[in-house]
């Protein structure tokens, strides 16, 4: 049995249309509301209009990514209590719809981070870059985030004052609106365009968090997941948190969902197979790549979830991209380990043995250079992934059953 094909889309303002995932043999779509503000209720009727116009071309709507977790649940604002009702109420709204898969992120302020956006491969493609000292020139000395320069390596600091006065004022503003509106704004980031001043309104959203260490955040998860998670039990939903973007501080911002001990301290906070992870090799793999196995092998019964790529990690805490199965992560034994997960719960009996993957990110190449498509998620570079990660599938299935052939 093979993991069900999916694929991230964007609703009907993507310029990748339904039809083209039905030639292209996608089996479940992954999409959200996005027209729903964030922290209101997903009606059904609305739902049903998404499920139904995927369903039409024979696939199914296999992942809601992402519901997402509004800030004033993150921070235990004063309306906390009304946004958490709305969350537990488009649960309930998704279970009655048949939805099964529900991702969110606890990440505050940005759901990820990347310095590059164009990044030129050899090859000619272009993927997305980090740059650690190109991040911390922007948070210190473009955005002049208060105490900035204290939150980071002293090497790394001087690096980055280094790389901001080699900038121009176009360099400074490109490498702002990228990391603050344009990554963020097809996610349902907290700034976008509409903002007049979207540094200021950024740095009012950070602000929110000068009271919020590592411990409390987690404790705002602890009861995120406490009051989230019957619901979802109930309405037959596993919901999948989605690992760090990159998986360390940026901004001064607490993280909590980025190594192989958080992702244990969070299944731990509810005992149900409902409370799983999203498993995201590109961003677990930041840190250190060794340790994928080790999660597999210790949460891997908690994956709801496959968000498979590649990176080329460098040095000060860089990387790049590279696609699906070159660069430093294994994606052989990382495969290997997922299937056999997969072949532990047909055995015993489980539900949800479709796991569902998609092709994370892609390299931007060919006819993808004529298309509006939104940064990371490129046509062909994605459709290439995809067919990388189904034919090394297929390989080691082979291998797994004792063919030869």
Known sequence: ??????????????????????????????????????????????????????????????????????????????????????????LRNLGKCGIDTVVYNFMPVLDWVRTDLHFKL???????????????????????????????????????????????????????????????????????????????????????????????????LAGFLNAVVPVAEKHGINLCIHPDDPPFPVLGLPRIASTGADIEWIINQHGSLSNGIAFCTGSLSVMNND????????????????????????????FYESGHIHGDVNMYRVMKLLLEEQQSRIREGRRDTRMPLRADHGVKMLYDFNYGSNPGYPLIGRMRGMAELSGLEMGIEHSMSGENH
């Open 122 to 220: 050899p090859s000619g493609g272009e993927v997305m870059y980090f740059d650690f000292p190109t991040f911390v020139a922007f948070d210190a000395f473009i955005l002049g985030r208060p105490g900035a320069e204290n939150d980071y390596p002293p090497e790394i600091v001087t690096k980055a004052r280094k790389k901001y006065r080699a900038m121009t004022r176009e360099e400074a503003d490109t490498l702002s609106r990228n990391i603050i509106v344009v990554s963020q704004g097809f996610i349902d980031g907290v700034v976008d365009d509409t903002a007049a001043d979207y540094k200021k309104v950024f740095l009012e959203h950070i602000e929110n968090y000068r009271d919020i260490d590592r411990n409390k955040l987690r404790m705002h």
């Open 291 to 318: 340790h994928l196995e080790d999660i597999i092998r210790s949460a891997g019964h908690r994956i709801h979830f496959l968000h498979l790529r590649n990176n080329i990690l460098l040095a000060d805490g860089c």
């Open 1 to 90: 049995m093979a993991f069900e094909k999916t694929w991230r889309w964007f609703g009907s303002d993507d310029a990748v249309k339904l039809s083209d995932l039905k030639q292209m043999g996608i089996e479940g779509v992954v999409t959200a509301l996005h027209h729903i503000p964030n922290g209101e209720i997903w009606p059904v009727e609305e739902i049903m209009k998404v499920k139904t116009a995927i369903e039409n071309y024979g696939m199914r709507w296999s992942v809601v990514e992402s519901l997402p977790v509004s800030e004033g649940i993150k921070t235990k604002s004063p309306d906390s209590e009304r946004l958490l009702c709305n969350y537990k109420e488009s």
